[in-house]
Each structure stands twice: as structure tokens, then as C-alpha cells.
């Protein structure tokens, strides 16, 4: 839905109704992630996908109908489903997709604070996630922020737990207690990643980063690094300071990935003490393994646990036997993409 957000807010201004549909399960080789989403106008106009192609024109048959009645309908897709093959399923490929009329037109009270904090959030980049009740008729939905906080009607203590658990998860799900059922859809605000040390390899890897959505902070105390290094590509933040004066200023959570490239004990132990510490997604290291053996000794005398120090990646990076900084660099982004998709 984020990057439909320019079109369903013209749709909205433009007071045109009109539905979303939602892969929200899949099984076998189905083109779409689950998340991904179509919307549909009373005029048949479209924007998204929820199959590439394949099954769109039964999403938007479902769909039609929907705008106007303001319920919401589950539909299943797969190789037992006739019209799912006469509209292209991919061979062995199911999807599960829900189709309600958009959630901005709904009049109840509850609906609109969703919706009013929901596009809030993905304009300003903050973090959220929404909860779709999975009903064939009208539906509902809440929003849960990443400190608890819930927007909308009452849910059970247990769809919450749950959905925080997806978010840090990274991971669309379906949300089950007793007989009922919710869509966590996870919005979150964009990845950053922490590089420590402003080296040669530093510039390839914040040019790859910037290519893959990341944001990119690059800290490092040394003045002759931090001001003479040439970025070709910026990074969006550079601090001469040392990893701990800024780190807890930054959100150390799961859309949080660090890559220590200082190669001096003083700064990247400075680091570690704060981000093993912390809920980052991913610690990696350059050195070599005598490096990280020296690394792992340090830290135990600073009395981190073994489980605490098993958190970093070391020697950084995929071994696709680099051999230049644009290579490492290259082999780190491969190893944190790997961290990010974990959980899809």
C-alpha cells in the first residue's frame, strides 16, 4: 500500500471510491509477496498488483460490488479454482487475497481515526502496523504503533502481542485467536544503516546502501577520515564523534543495520558496547578471523555473553572472495539484504 499512497490520496481528494484488494497468504510459486496490493475505482481505473496479471480480472469482478456496499470479501485463488486457471495462475501457485472497500470512506468514528493516523505515518516515515479483520461482510481495523499503542476499537491483548511480534519479525501475516481472524499488515519506516568508519570501502557500501532504500549514517571520530573521505554518494548523515555520543540518538531496533568498518579496536569496541546491547537486525565486523579472535577476547573481558558476541558477522560480509573495496562492499550489502529478507 505505501507506494500506492500518492494515487489513494488523489482518489481520496477526488471523493472517487474505490476498493483494495490484498494478498494476505500464498502457497507455491505465486508472483506477488504477500502485502503487496491492487486498488480498484468504481470507473475500473488501477494501480497495483496482487499476481502480475494473473487473476487480477476476478480481483477487480470481486471488487466492483464491494465500492458500493462498503463490505469486504475473501477470495482464494489456486490450482483446484477454475477461474484461476483460465486467467493464468502460475503452475502450483495459490493466493489468498482480501478485498474490501478502502477503508477512507468508512463513516464509523473508529474507521476514520485508523485511516487519519494510518496516512500520517507512512507520509512522515514512522512505523505501524494495521490489522485487518478477515470477514466477508464489514470488516474493521485498528492500527498498532511500535510502543503498544492502539488506534480504533477493542482488540484482544493477544492480536496486539501478536502484531508487535510481526513487526519485529518483518513479516506480513495472518493473525489467529479462537475462531477469529486479522491481516498484520507491517509498515516500516524506512532501514538505516549504521556504518561505523569512513574508509574506502565505506563509499562503495553507502552508494549500494542508498541504491536499496537504506538510509545511511556514517560515524567516525577521526576528523581526517570523517571530512576527507570523497562520497560520490553522500551519506544522509556523518557525524565526527564517536559511535557511542550518537548511537542512542538513533532507533536500535529490527529495521536497524550496523556495519563497523573502523579496523581500530577503540572505535569499533566503543560500538559493540552499544549495539550488542541493543535490538539491532544485524552487527557485522571486518578483520580477519585472527582479527575477530582478538575482537572476541576483548569483549569477553568487557563481560559480554557468548550468545551476545555470536550476534556479529565476522569476517563481514558473503564470501564471494572480494578482493577490493567495491567487492567487500558489495559482499556486505549481499550478507545485510540476506538479514533484512529473514523473516519474508
Given at each position: 500500500?505505501?507506494?500506492?499512497?500518492?494515487?489513494?490520496?488523489t482518489w481520496?481528494?477526488?471523493?472517487?471510491?474505490f476498493?483494495?484488494?490484498?494478498?494476505?497468504?500464498?502457497?507455491?510459486?505465486?508472483?506477488?509477496?504477500?502485502?503487496?496490493s491492487?486498488?480498484?475505482?468504481g470507473?475500473?481505473?488501477?494501480?497495483?498488483?496482487v499476481?502480475?496479471?494473473?487473476?487480477e480480472?476476478?480481483?477487480?469482478?470481486?471488487?466492483?460490488p464491494l465500492?458500493e456496499?462498503?463490505?469486504?470479501?475473501?477470495?482464494?485463488?489456486g490450482v483446484t479454482n477454475?477461474?484461476?486457471?483460465?486467467?493464468?495462475l502460475?503452475?502450483?501457485g495459490k493466493?489468498?487475497?482480501?478485498?474490501?472497500?478502502?477503508?477512507?470512506?468508512?463513516?464509523r468514528q473508529?474507521e476514520?481515526?485508523v485511516w487519519?493516523k494510518?496516512?500520517?505515518?507512512l507520509?512522515s516515515?514512522q512505523?505501524?502496523?494495521?490489522l485487518s479483520?478477515?470477514?466477508?461482510?464489514?470488516?474493521g481495523?485498528?492500527?498498532?504503533l511500535?510502543?503498544g499503542?492502539?488506534i480504533?476499537?477493542?482488540i484482544?491483548l493477544a492480536?496486539?502481542?501478536?502484531?508487535?511480534?510481526a513487526?519485529?519479525e518483518?513479516k506480513n501475516?495472518?493473525?489467529?485467536e479462537?475462531?477469529?481472524?486479522?491481516?498484520?499488515?507491517?509498515?516500516?519506516?524506512?532501514?538505516?544503516?549504521l556504518?561505523?568508519?569512513?574508509?574506502?570501502?565505506t563509499t562503495h557500501l553507502?552508494?549500494l546502501?542508498?541504491?536499496?532504500?537504506?538510509?545511511?549514517?556514517?560515524?567516525?571520530?577521526?576528523?581526517?577520515?570523517?571530512?576527507?573521505?570523497q562520497?560520490?554518494?553522500?551519506?544522509?548523515q556523518l557525524?565526527?564523534?564517536?559511535?557511542?555520543e550518537v548511537?542512542?540518538d538513533?532507533?536500535?531496533?529490527?529495521?536497524?543495520y550496523?556495519v563497523?568498518?573502523?579496523?581500530d579496536?577503540?572505535?569499533?569496541?566503543?560500538?559493540?558496547?552499544?549495539l550488542?546491547?541493543?535490538g539491532?537486525?544485524?552487527i557485522?565486523a571486518?578483520?580477519?578471523r585472527?582479527?575477530?579472535?582478538?575482537?572476541?577476547?576483548?569483549?569477553?573481558?568487557?563481560g559480554f555473553?557468548?550468545?551476545?558476541?555470536a550476534?556479529?558477522?565476522a569476517?563481514?560480509?558473503?564470501?564471494?572472495?572480494?578482493?577490493?573495496?567495491?567487492?567487500?562492499a558489495?559482499?556486505?550489502m549481499?550478507?545485510v539484504?540476506?538479514a533484512?529478507?529473514?523473516?519474508?
Open positions: 500500500m505505501k507506494d500506492l499512497l500518492p494515487t489513494i490520496n481520496i481528494a477526488e471523493s472517487k471510491p476498493a483494495i484488494a490484498t494478498v494476505i497468504k500464498t502457497w507455491g510459486s505465486s508472483p506477488r509477496q504477500v502485502g503487496s491492487l486498488i480498484v475505482s470507473e475500473m481505473e488501477m494501480a497495483g498488483s499476481s502480475g496479471g494473473c487473476v480480472g476476478a480481483v477487480i469482478k470481486a471488487a466492483l465500492i456496499s462498503g463490505t469486504s470479501e475473501l477470495l482464494n485463488f477454475e477461474e484461476a486457471w483460465s486467467v493464468g502460475t503452475c502450483g493466493v489468498e487475497v482480501f478485498v474490501e472497500r478502502f477503508i477512507s470512506f468508512d463513516k473508529g476514520k481515526d487519519q494510518l496516512n500520517a505515518c507520509k516515515n512505523p505501524c502496523i494495521l479483520k478477515l470477514v466477508s461482510g464489514q470488516g481495523h485498528n492500527l498498532i511500535p510502543d499503542k492502539v480504533g476499537d477493542f484482544p492480536w496486539k502481542e501478536k502484531a508487535l511480534v513487526y519485529k518483518r501475516q495472518i493473525i489467529e479462537g475462531n477469529a481472524q486479522c491481516f498484520a499488515q507491517v509498515f516500516p519506516r524506512k532501514s538505516q544503516m556504518i561505523i568508519g569512513a574508509a574506502h570501502i553507502v552508494q546502501a542508498n541504491m536499496y532504500g537504506f538510509e545511511t549514517i556514517v560515524i567516525d571520530p577521526r576528523g581526517v577520515f570523517a571530512n576527507k573521505t562520497f560520490p554518494h553522500p551519506p544522509n557525524f565526527e564523534k564517536y559511535p557511542s548511537l542512542s538513533f532507533t536500535l531496533d529490527a529495521y536497524t550496523a563497523i568498518l573502523s579496523h579496536p577503540k572505535i569499533d569496541d566503543n560500538a559493540l558496547h552499544v550488542l546491547k541493543s539491532v537486525a544485524y557485522g571486518l578483520g580477519s585472527k582479527t575477530h579472535a582478538k575482537r572476541i577476547v576483548r569483549l569477553q573481558e568487557a555473553s557468548e550468545a551476545e558476541i550476534r556479529i558477522h569476517p563481514v560480509g558473503v564470501d564471494i572472495q572480494a578482493k577490493t573495496p567495491a567487492e567487500i558489495l559482499s556486505v549481499g550478507e539484504i540476506k533484512k529478507n529473514e523473516f519474508l
